[in-house]
């Protein structure tokens, strides 16, 4: 089992940059997939961004390639979430997951949760 704890959310001009972080504790993180998902007030939970257990592959969503980087750091027990190139249609409650799934995209492949970190972009 893993708990995870989201940070680094807030309140931040278009065009800025925000990096969210998620500590996980346990002995075990190396061994998931981590990944990152946001909702948005209204909407459905949608994927962003997952990383796999060594690092060395990732996956974004179309509506962040290019802006978002997903990274990990097996050492430190974290996952980052480098946001650049914010646009308002970004503002969301961010979460971060841990699953077993390769690089899924679904919330149905990843078993924890964290408590999500609020992004609010202005235009």
């Known amino acids: 089992q893993v708990q995870l704890v989201e940070s680094g959310g807030g309140l931040v001009q278009a065009g800025g940059s925000l990096r969210l972080s998620c500590a996980a504790s346990g002995r075990t993180f190396s061994r998931y997939v981590m990944g990152w998902f946001r909702q948005a007030p209204g909407k459905e939970r949608e994927f962003v961004a997952a990383i796999n257990r060594s690092g060395g592959g990732t996956r974004h969503a179309d509506s962040v390639k290019g802006r978002f980087t997903i990274s990990r750091d097996n050492a430190k027990n974290t996952v980052t979430l480098q946001m650049n190139s914010l646009i308002p249609e970004d503002t969301a409650v961010y979460y971060c997951?841990?699953?077993?799934?390769?690089?899924?995209?679904?919330?149905?492949?990843?078993?924890?949760w964290g408590q999500g970190t609020p992004v609010t972009v202005s235009s």
């Open positions: 997951a841990a699953g077993n799934y390769g690089l899924g995209s679904l919330i149905s492949d990843y078993d924890y």
